[in-house]
Nanobody, 114 residues
Framework: QVQLLESGGGLVQPGESLRLSCVAS????????MNWFRQAPGKGREFVAAITSNGDSTVVADSVKGRFTISGDNANADNTVYLQMRSLKTGDTAVYYC?????WGEGTQVTVTS
């Protein structure tokens, strides 16, 4: 059973940066592409970014393109995926979730406020 654990969220001001991490452990986590989603208060879950299982292809949502970057590190037994977020806006405030296949992490809160 793959388990996903996010970290790196926090409270920042507009224009600042954060890097989220998601560690996928257990099972055959290396077989899965990994994704980031987010959910703002009162809104549905929104796709943010994805990376293939071998890390050779990525995609980011138009809403964050040019500001967010997804990358992966599967050098160790546990796969880790990162979401580098730059030039954060108040509209990026949300709980950010890591996803792989049908598995979801519990999320990490990102709050952007002046």
């Amino acid at each position: 059973q793959v388990q996903l654990l996010e970290s790196g969220g926090g409270l920042v001001q507009p224009g600042e940066s954060l890097r989220l991490s998601c560690v996928a452990s257990g099972g055959t986590s290396s077989n899965f592409g990994m994704n980031w989603f987010r959910q703002a208060p009162g809104k549905g879950r929104e796709f943010v970014a994805a990376i293939t299982s071998n890390g050779d292809s990525t995609v980011v949502a138009d809403s964050v393109k040019g500001r967010f970057t997804i990358s992966g590190d599967n050098a160790n037994a546990d796969n880790t995926v990162y979401l580098q977020m730059r030039s954060l806006k108040t509209g990026d405030t949300a709980v950010y979730y890591c996803n792989a296949g049908s598995m979801w992490g519990e999320g990490t809160q990102v709050t952007v406020t002046s």
